[in-house]
């Protein structure tokens, strides 16, 4: 029944009009609604400027879309929700479920806040909701091959047909507008559709290449939800599917156990020995261990917050199996500085890279800097763009001393 109530639509990682379960649900309700975005400290103090940039750019463009009339206000959401969906005499407010830990329990605080004014969930960041794919049993999975295949015979729903006219926005005077950015965001479906077009068939071939820069850049598009998992999934089949599949295992495995969001998923490697050596870790993450591959990676990092998808394991087997540090320190390091940083994603690939997380067999997997260098970027043309000094530096330490050191500490947590 439509109600003469307005909605609110609260935006969060579903940064879009089109293709918005939630929209399409408020517009069911009501023909009038308010769009509405929190800017949470809780979400924004761990943010480097890089992801806060990107997100102020990812506003700007939905404020757009909205001809001027998304709400953006400051504040705790169990306190600034409630107030402005009292203050327009809304009955109802629409949001895309949240799995992670954080947003959990945000929402429903929220939803207690709300009182008789009623939060309605529909739709999800994911194809397939975390939970819904399970074992036979009934337990989740704890392996991405057979959660991909159970993934794939599941599928997905069609999109949903909704754009910026689904609803009449309303104007909202109390909001704190959005901070000023140096320039606009790309158009993100053009740029998949390029990609699709002209990289995607031979993306199985150079994917592991940073130097071609043949992957798609899709991932902080899809970490804010400007664009949706079903959009890409609709245009891609192979190994880029697989990306995306393991984008909703990790959501998955996080749903079923948030305590690995800090914890190693394999608990045995709690006995695991970790150095603490502050000075490695600096050089690490200034790309400055003398370890080219490795020193390219963390510049490219700090210079455009993102990094390629292969070097991401290269340094971060570096970290922890050359240096002995903490996979958490790494994690932290990455969610900070990365524009497409998703906590499921980051701590479960680093999980997978240290030998504590969902992979079934990861003891003997220590990156060789030199040796992925030569086979990933053989030109050095990646080097060369972003550390062409780093082969003047002196290696800060023996990678075959090392991996001796790792292989040693891992036997004693596997006895």
Known sequence: ????????????????????????????????????????DRLLKPSGKPRIEFLHRCLHALNDDLGGRLAVVHGDPAEVVPRVAREIGAGSVHISADFGPYGRKRDAAVEEALGDIELVRS????????????????????VFTPFRNAWLEHGWRQPAETDASTVDWMRFGGGTGIPAVREKLPDALALWEKFRDERLPDYDKTRDRPDLDATSRMSAFLRWGVLHPRTLLR?????????????????????????????????????????????????????????PIV??????????????????MIVASFLVKDLHLPWWWGARHFMEHLVDGDLASNQHNWQWVAGCGTDAAPFFRIFNPATQAKKFDPDGAYVRRYAPDSADLTPIVDHAVERRVALDRYQDVRT
């Open 123 to 142: 739709g999800s960041p994911y194809a397939v909701a975390p939970g819904r794919v399970r074992k036979a049993d009934g337990t989740p999975f704890k």
């Open 295 to 312: 020193d390219a990676g963390m510049r490219q990092l700090l210079r455009e917050g993102f990094m390629h998808n292969r070097v991401r």
């Open 1 to 40: 029944m439509v109600s003469s109530e307005p909605s609110v639509v609260w935006f969060r990682r579903d940064l879009r009009t089109a293709d918005h379960p939630a929209l399409l649900e408020a517009a069911e309700r009501s023909p009038r609604a308010l769009a509405l975005f929190v800017l949470d």
């Open 235 to 291: 245009d891609c089949e192979g190994t880029y599917r697989d990306e995306l599949a393991w984008r909703e295992f990790y959501a998955d495995v996080l749903w079923h156990r948030p305590e690995t969001a800090r914890q190693n998923y394999d608990r045995k490697f709690d006995r695991m020995v970790h150095d603490d050596d502050l000075e490695l870790f600096e050089a690490w993450k200034q790309g400055r261990t003398g370890f």
